[in-house]
């Protein structure tokens, strides 16, 4: 921390007065706050999870200028401050703080109990039925209420010791609960998997400070999927595992056996997949995955199986059509021929469930394209076009004068990733165009292809030379390499695919 920060750093006592605002999830809220040193209400803003109106706080953090709302209290933490005065006291309980408790009873309590109620609260709960009106049904209702709001400060607190941010604590609360802490001290790279926002970097902070050693092994497989993790980012599905092993040593700091002992605990525990592949000379690689890229990469593969070996056929049409016929049609209506290798996609398009168009440019993809949606839709195909990003998708639409949508749009991906369709619910498709396919990666490809519904056609059209996938892994690189999926590679260079 610079001497600059550390100046800027203040705390602010006050009572909470009420709740402006409060996100559910991240648990930033927006407050107006009593203090001794102004007659109006402060606010203050951050994450404040369990905090109540009516309560007595520590906040530390800092004093910023909102363009539009002015002066307010950034809060880094806070901690509460049980009031002291029956008046506090009964403002406090009656505050909507304790469920079960409200201005009444609140001020009922106080009455009976005076200063000892909140003492009272929280070591004799039982003695709470002397209160006129308070049976054992609402007494429950308040012990319960009381320990719930109780081990959520315990928690936050717990957090903040130890080095999280109350931004993150919140999260680790909202995924954990009352098992916080538990998790925290004894399971803390469980947090990089977990819980959104956290990496294998922050869970490894918190892990040094919970007293988890350097070399644990609990340590190094965490490491080994951060690791892994980090390959996937740079385009990678899989790691050799002695590039895994030498860049996880490096990471990690610790000795390169412990590290292979550990990578065999992890496979046997299935935390990543290890798997015996050819490789580029024919000698086997040890190929090791992160789980869910070895999945992807399976039910892909199998996705892609399903649909090539199916018998239904929702273009059934095409299986035993007059070829002079229908080429003569679609010359009268785009107004050009087609060369041979553009009429040999046309037919392989409409013929096979699953089949790649590929060639650089100028080579007439996109014409081509154009004549296998105007044969589909003169049968009254259900025809759908789409492509990995929003521009790609609006360059297809105007040159095949179809509507076309963004995979993600298509599949109505939802933040985490779940998509609307899928294997279960697949989309309602006969012909199935993805142009500029080079940038599927695999999870996004695995996602599409497992939404095209048995019988229907899948093209993938794109040119491995020019836009690379967004993700891990080289779909259409990977498939023009396959001897079972059928393709035309388009070499003759001429003006009217433009």
Known sequence: MTASSRLSQATLDAVLERLTYVNEETGYTVARVATDRSNDLLTVVGALLGAQPGESLRLRGRWSSHPKYGRQFEVDSYTTVLPATIQGIQRYLGSGLVKGIGPVFAERIVAHFGLDTLRIIEEEPARLVEVPGLGPKRTAKITAAWEEQKAIK???????????????????????????????TKEPYRLAA????????????????????????????????????????????????????????????????????????????????????????????????LVPMHRAEQSLASSLTRLLNGRADRLPHFAGVDWTKALTWLRARTGNDLAPEQEQAVRLALTSKVAVLTGG???????????????????????????????????????????????????????????????????????????????????????????????????????????????????LRDLLTAPTIPRVRLTQIFRQAT
């Open 194 to 289: 977990d819980v959104w926002g956290i990496g294998f970097k922050t869970a490894d902070t918190v892990a040094r400070s919970v007293g988890i050693p350097h070399d644990s092994p609990q340590r190094v497989m965490a490491g080994l999927q951060y690791t892994l993790s980090e390959a996937t980012d740079n385009g990678h599905c899989y790691l050799p595992e002695p590039e895994l092993v030498a860049d996880a040593t490096k990471i990690l700091d610790v000795p390169a056996d412990l590290v292979s002992r550990c990578l065999d605990d992890l496979v046997a525990d299935e935390g990543v997949v290890r798997e015996t592949l050819p490789g580029s000379g024919g000698e086997p690689v040890q190929a090791v995955y």
């Open 154 to 184: 315990e928690v936050m607190v717990f957090l903040q010791g130890v080095g999280v941010s109350t931004s993150l604590a919140v999260r680790i609360y909202k995924q954990y609960g009352d098992a916080s802490t538990d998790v925290v």
């Open 361 to 475: 440019p100028g080579c007439g993809k996109s014409f081509t394209v154009r004549s296998i949606v105007e044969l589909a839709a003169a049968k009254k195909a259900k025809v759908t076009l789409v492509a990995p990003t929003g521009r790609a998708a609006k360059r297809l639409s105007e040159l095949t004068g179809h509507p076309a949508a963004t995979v993600h749009r298509l599949l109505q991906l939802r933040p985490g990733g779940d998509a609307s369709y899928d294997r279960d619910n697949p989309l309602d498709v006969d012909l199935l165009v993805v142009d500029e396919a080079s940038m599927l990666d695999l999870i996004l490809a695995n996602k599409l292809v497992k939404a095209v519904p048995p019988g229907a056609h899948l093209l993938l059209v794109g040119d491995v030379d020019q836009l690379p996938s967004v993700g891990a892994g080289e779909v």
